[in-house]
Structures are given as structure tokens and as C-alpha cells.
């Protein structure tokens, strides 16, 4: 593959040992917060959702930088996501667009030749430290000068709880109290990381585990949310009809989990639950959040929160991730940069998780390295709308054709997707926002079609070996409802 020894070539270039800490800058710090599998919702956008969300603490976190309305997962899976932003090389030119992926495979993100985003802060002389679920899979341990990884919380006496639960798919209040639940611990250790003596700039992040099911947190923020007053996505009957057989295959079909959800009449009460522990996240990052404005390094920190890709409540007749259509794909990120940000801001550029590398590298002032595949979103952080060209890639791929990537682009003219080399869509979401009627063949999209097809890696990188060979073996042995995580 042309494009990935033109990446090898290049990482060798990083591959020297990273110089002894002493050559610290004055900062700024870093704090970098991360969600998993939390969609838009909270964006408030009333043409796609309309329900309530409660998450004080990110919204005034939002209301104090430059919150993104389009920011774009590079892969709506969560390893292959972290990885990405991590490494800053995108799956198109890494090949690691599986969840199967472990250290030491082969492929060009092997552990000598990418330098990792904590890495690029040791080297320059930042203590750097991690809580909670920040890589998946892909990590460079040497980099971190505190790593403490992430559990989920046990399941509640007598799950799975919901009738169509099972496995990792089910919710329900849990038994333990709030205080001795995993991302609670994992917020106090970012928390105490914020409160300790630093001689040196600090780069923290602190992922959380939650929104990810199973869905288990304390009753009071299912009570935040009564039943009555939830609003469930809008479902389209047939919206797969016009879906050609490749993405078709990525849904989870009509025996399905949400059809299951639907057809039991728990759509109500699995948004319930999805929102409490949305709630609960905002929580725990809140308290992170309030730690760091009680510190003194309040006005010299950079604050980026993430999540790590979308999530589907049964749109297009599917539950969870691993699709390119906007629920999966769409992600929320906000920017707080001292000096830099003013309050209030809101872009509507269209920007990818890839781009937090080179943002975060330019805020710092420490020299990127010369591979990576975003572009630093600073001049839209100082102007939310200077001119940009916006577009945002995604990649991904499925066991029915494991051999070839899958890749969507998102603009403001709307969505192209090609499965392989063969099969295609394109939504025209400036008229149809929940991507509902597949436009493909319609000769008025022709030119616009056509710049997108041309917009997309021509020669993109194929999953990596390993993570299909370690699929292969799981598919002998499958989980129920089980999905990727
Ligand atoms: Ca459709």
C-alpha cells in the first residue's frame, strides 16, 4: 500500500527516545475530558431531536469556549476512534478501523513509530497523567506518567434487569451508591491529579465509561427524566428500503435489538436510561470541571471535551454504533482556551476528532509531528466562523465485507457514503437532516455527488489482518446482543 509506507517513512523520523522531562514550558495545561458512546442530543438541535437533556455542567463548560454543532467522529467504534485522536493518523491511512486491535499488531501505529498525544506533552516536559477510558486497545504506556484504566461498574443483583436485556444491553438504577461507582472514582482521581502540587505543566485526561451500556445508575437521575415527558427519537418505517445491501448489513436487522426494544414498547424507558446515565456523566465531568475552577491553574488550562463517536436509539432500526449515518458519526466537542476562546462561542465549520491533535499542539506551542491528519481548529477557535473548508471523513468496517473499508463524508451539502468500492449513498441533509431518503440516483445531485466521491481517500488502507483474524474467532462463539464496544 503506496499510502502506508509513505506513513512509515515518515514516522521513523519520531521514532528516537523521548528526551529526560527537563526541558518543561510554562504550560498551558491541558485537561482533556472524554465521553463514551454520547450522541448530539444535547447540541439542541431542534431538526433532528427535540427532548430534553439535562447536562448542566457541559453546557456552561460550552458556554465558556467554542462548543462544535458539527464535529465528526474518524471511526464510530470506540477503539478505532481513540486511536485515531490519539495517534493523530486516521484509519484510512493506519488500517485500524476494529475494536480487535491490540498493541503490538502490525501495521504502522506500532508502539516505536507514533508519537502519542500524551507523549508529545511528556516529551516537551508536561506531567501527564490518565483516569478512566481514554484509549481503547492502542496505547503507548510510556507516556503517561500516571495510568489508571477503567472498570464497569457490576451489574445489579438479578440482571439482566429489562426483559429484552442481556449481556452488556440493559439498564436499570444500581445498587451501588454513587460515591463507589467506577467513573465516580475515576473523576476523584483526575480531581486529586487537578488539587496536587505541579512543578511542571500538567496534561490530565479523564475518560468516562458512561453513556456506554449497560445503562446502571443511581435512581435519581432516572427520576430526573419521568416517563411521561420523554421524547423518543423519530423513527422512519422503511428507512432501510432505499439502504443498499452493504449498509443494510451493518444495522442489526428486523430480529434485531431495536426492534426488540420498539416492538416491547421499552423505547421510552431505554431513552430514560440513556439520558440518566448521560446525566450522571455530566455529573462526574462537572465535578472535574468545578476542581479545576477552584485551582490555581484555572486561567492557564485548556479544557477539550469529547465524545468518543455517536450512538443510535433504534434510527434506522439500529442500537449502538458502527454505522456512517449521522447518529454514529456525529459527536460533540468544545474547546476552552484561555486567552484564546471567547465565552459563548459556536461553530458551525464541520471539524473531526483528528483535529485535536493538531489543535492541542498549536495551543501549547510544541512542534506536531509531520504525519498527522487533522488540521489545528485554532483559527476557528479565535473566529468560530473564519473561513474553513469543511468536511469530515469517517471510517469503518464490518464483518460481511471485512476485506474493505467503508467511508463517509460529511459537508454542508450532505452526506456521501461508499461501502467498498460498489455500493453508495448520498443524503441531502439540508432538506432531509435525519439523512431519511437515499439520493444516489437522483441526476440532481450529480455535480455535488461527484465532489464528495472525489473528496474521499482515493487509496485508503485496508483493515489490518489481526483484528479480522481475532473477529473471525469471536463469530464462532457469538454473544448475545453483544456488539462492539
Ligand atoms: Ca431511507
Known amino acids: 500500500m503506496k499510502t502506508i509506507i509513505a506513513l512509515g517513512a515518515a514516522l521513523l523520523v519520531q521514532a528516537e527516545e523521548l528526551p529526560p522531562a527537563d526541558s518543561a514550558k510554562a504550560g498551558p495545561n491541558v485537561l482533556l475530558l472524554i465521553s463514551d458512546d454520547l450522541n448530539s442530543w444535547l447540541l439542541e438541535n431542534p431538526d433532528r431531536y427535540t427532548g430534553k437533556v439535562i447536562a448542566p455542567n457541559l453546557r456552561k463548560l460550552a458556554d465558556g469556549g467554542v462548543n462544535f454543532s458539527f464535529a465528526y467522529t474518524a471511526a464510530p467504534v470506540c477503539s478505532p476512534s481513540r486511536t485515531a485522536f490519539l495517534s493523530?493518523?486516521?484509519?484510512w491511512r493506519s488500517g485500524h478501523y476494529h475494536n480487535a486491535l491490540k498493541v503490538g499488531d502490525s501495521g504502522p501505529l506500532n508502539n516505536d513509530e507514533v508519537l502519542s498525544l500524551p507523549g508529545l506533552f511528556k516529551k516537551a516536559g508536561y506531567a501527564t497523567f490518565g483516569y478512566g477510558k481514554?484509549?481503547?486497545g492502542w496505547d503507548q504506556k510510556e507516556h503517561w506518567d500516571e495510568k489508571i484504566g477503567h472498570k464497569r461498574d457490576p451489574a445489579p443483583p438479578g440482571a439482566p434487569i429489562t426483559p429484552v436485556g442481556g449481556g452488556e444491553q440493559d439498564w436499570a438504577p444500581i445498587?451501588?451508591?454513587?460515591?463507589?461507582?467506577?467513573?465516580?472514582?475515576?473523576?476523584?482521581h483526575a480531581i486529586k491529579a487537578i488539587e496536587q502540587e505541579h512543578d511542571k505543566p500538567f496534561f490530565i485526561a479523564c475518560g468516562l465509561f458512561n453513556p456506554h451500556m449497560p445503562w446502571y445508575v443511581?435512581?435519581?437521575?432516572?427520576?430526573m427524566y419521568p416517563l411521561s415527558e420523554i421524547v423518543t427519537p423519530v423513527l422512519k418505517e422503511d428507512d432501510l428500503a432505499d439502504v443498499p445491501p452493504l449498509g443494510r448489513a451493518l444495522t442489526n436487522g428486523k430480529s434485531g435489538f431495536a426492534t426488540k426494544v420498539v416492538e416491547s414498547g421499552l423505547h421510552k424507558e431505554a431513552v430514560q436510561a440513556y439520558l440518566a446515565t448521560t446525566t450522571?456523566?455530566?455529573a462526574q465531568l462537572g465535578r472535574v470541571l468545578d476542581a479545576l475552577e477552584t485551582s490555581p491553574h484555572k486561567d492557564n488550562t485548556i479544557v477539550v471535551f469529547l465524545s468518543d463517536h455517536g450512538f443510535h436509539l433504534a434510527e434506522k432500526d439500529h442500537w449502538q454504533k458502527a454505522t456512517l449515518w449521522e447518529e454514529a458519526t456525529h459527536c460533540l466537542l468544545t474547546i476552552r482556551a484561555p486567552g484564546v476562546t471567547k465565552p459563548g462561542g459556536i461553530s458551525h465549520r464541520f471539524v473531526s476528532l483528528m483535529d485535536i491533535y493538531p489543535t492541542l499542539a498549536e495551543l501549547c506551542d510544541l512542534e506536531p509531528p509531520p504525519y498527522l491528519d487533522g488540521r489545528s481548529l485554532v483559527p476557528l477557535l479565535k473566529d468560530p466562523d473564519a473561513d474553513w473548508q469543511s468536511t469530515a471523513i469517517t471510517g469503518l468496517c464490518d464483518k460481511s465485507r471485512p476485506t474493505e473499508p467503508y467511508l463517509s463524508i460529511r459537508t454542508e451539502r450532505g452526506r456521501y457514503i461508499r461501502y467498498g468500492t460498489e455500493e453508495e449513498e448520498f443524503?441531502?441533509?439540508?432538506?432531509?437532516?435525519?439523512?431519511?431518503?437515499?439520493q444516489i440516483d437522483n441526476p440532481e445531485y450529480a455535480s455535488v455527488i461527484g465532489v464528495l466521491r472525489a473528496a474521499l481517500p482515493a487509496d485508503p488502507a485496508k483493515p489490518l489482518k489481526s483484528a479480522l483474524a481475532d473477529r473471525r474467532g469471536r463469530e464462532k462463539k457469538p454473544k448475545k446482543n453483544k456488539r462492539d464496544d
Open 218 to 223: 443511581p435512581q435519581k437521575y432516572f427520576d
Open 134 to 136: 481514554i484509549s481503547h
Open 175 to 188: 445498587h451501588l451508591a454513587e460515591e463507589k461507582m467506577n467513573d465516580t472514582l475515576n473523576a476523584n
Open 88 to 91: 493523530g493518523v486516521a484509519p
Open 280 to 282: 450522571y456523566a455530566d
Open 427 to 438: 443524503y441531502d441533509t439540508t432538506k432531509d437532516p435525519h439523512e431519511w431518503t437515499n
